[in-house]
Structures are given as C-alpha cells and as structure tokens.
Antibody, heavy 117, light 106 residues
Framework: QMHLVDSGGGVVQPGGSLRLSCAAS????????MHWVRQAPGKGLEWVAV????????YYSESVKGRFTVSRDNANNILYLQMNSLRVEDTALYFC??????????WGQGISVTVSS | SYELTQAPSVSVSPGQTARITCSGD??????VYWFQQKSGQAPVLVIY???KRPSGIPERFSAFSSGTMATLTVSGAQVEDEADYYC?????????FGGGTRLTVL
C-alpha cells in the first residue's frame, strides 16, 4: 500500500520557521520527483516546489523562492520542506505529492500550517 | 507570469455530460494533467499527459488538448463526480494549477 505521511505543521508567528516532513512507503521513492503543493483555506491548489528524483534539481514558485527549501533523503524515503521567514499568506494545508509517472501519483494527507501573531 | 484559466463552476444533471476547460498559452507545448478534489480530501489524478487515464479511473473521464485549450469531459456524470477539478501544467520546470472548477451534479 502506497503511503505519504506529512508531519511537522503547526502554528508559528510571522517571521518564524517550520520544517515539514513527508515519509514515503510502499513505492520506490527514489524513482519519483516530488512536489509540495499548498491550499489556503477555501482556496485552490497552489504549486510550491519540486525536487527531482535524485535531488539534483529544485524549483520554487515565485511566492516562496528564497524563503523555502525543498530537500530529500532517498536512503530513508523522506521529503522535507524547510520554511523560513513565514508570512501570514503562507497559511495553508501543505501536501506532498509524487510526480505523475506513467499514471502513478500519490499524495499525502496534508498538514496544516498557520502563520499568525 | 504564466496562468491557466478555468471557469469557476459547471453544473449538470446526473447522466449528462460535463465539460471543464482550461486555457493557457503554453498548452500547445506542455502536457496537461487533471486532478479531482473532493471536499476535505487530497487531490486524485484523473488524467495525465493530456489524455491518458490512470488505472482505476472510470472510463467516463476523458480529456483532450488542442492549441491553447484543454478539456476534461465527464460523460454521464454521476453524483459522486461532484468535486473541484484542477488542471495542471508546467512552465520552465515550475508547476502551475488552474484556479479550479467546481462541478455540481444535481
């Protein structure tokens, strides 16, 4: 059974930091590029970042570039999102997701991040 | 910045055909993916690479892309198809979602 389990969310003040984790199981994690996607309350999906299967390339949305860093540990099947200089507008449900490879695509359950003073 | 444009809502009666469109200037050069998101759940991939259906997705879901427009068709929509649908594509290695279309089946 394929699983992605997100963790690490919570409430943080503006300017603070959080690190999200996404633990993968049931599939060959190192074969998939991995994405972070977020969804603000009552809003649509927003793509945040991608990291290639081997970690060699990383790309970010303009809204988080320079503040967020995506990384992965292929030995332990874990994806990370380090979020610094958090803003109120970063408040959202954050999902990790695999790239869609030949129709295979898995999503975590989502983890809540609230940035508030 | 590059955008994908979707109509906010589409409404059909059960058994009718629903068509959800997505427009974007780069679509002639990039694959489109479609995701279904039901309330309180993670998204589910229903179409990949313009028109391919993943294993387990009902045949009533189909899609095509022509020029700057991509269309997701739900033939004989069921009540359980009521959800938000998002198109997704890429631009210079960055992902982009459309704003989403709420499909109401009633």
């Amino acid at each position: 059974q394929m699983h992605l389990v997100d963790s690490g969310g919570g409430v943080v003040q503006p300017g603070g930091s959080l690190r999200l984790s996404c633990a993968a199981s049931g599939f060959i994690f190192r074969s998939f590029g991995m994405h972070w996607v977020r969804q603000a309350p009552g809003k649509g999906l927003e793509w945040v970042a991608v990291i290639w299967d081997d970690g060699s390339q990383k790309y970010y949305s303009e809204s988080v570039k320079g503040r967020f860093t995506v990384s992965r540990d292929n030995a332990n099947n874990i994806l990370y999102l380090q979020m610094n200089s958090l803003r109120v507008e970063d408040t959202a449900l954050y999902f990790c997701a695999t790239a869609a490879v030949r129709g295979e695509n898995y999503w975590g359950q989502g983890i809540s991040v609230t940035v508030s003073s | 910045s590059y955008e994908l444009t979707q109509a906010p809502s589409v409404s059909v009666s059960p058994g009718q055909t629903a068509r959800i469109t997505c427009s974007g200037d780069a679509l002639p050069r990039k694959y489109v993916y479609w995701f279904q998101q039901k309330s309180g759940q993670a998204p589910v991939l229903v179409i990949y690479e313009d028109n391919k259906r993943p294993s387990g997705i009902p045949e009533r879901f189909s899609a095509f892309s022509s020029g700057t427009m991509a269309t997701l068709t739900v033939s004989g929509a069921q009540v359980e198809d009521e959800a938000d649908y998002y198109c997704y594509s890429t631009d210079t290695n960055r992902g982009i979602f459309g704003g989403g279309t709420r499909l109401t089946v009633l």
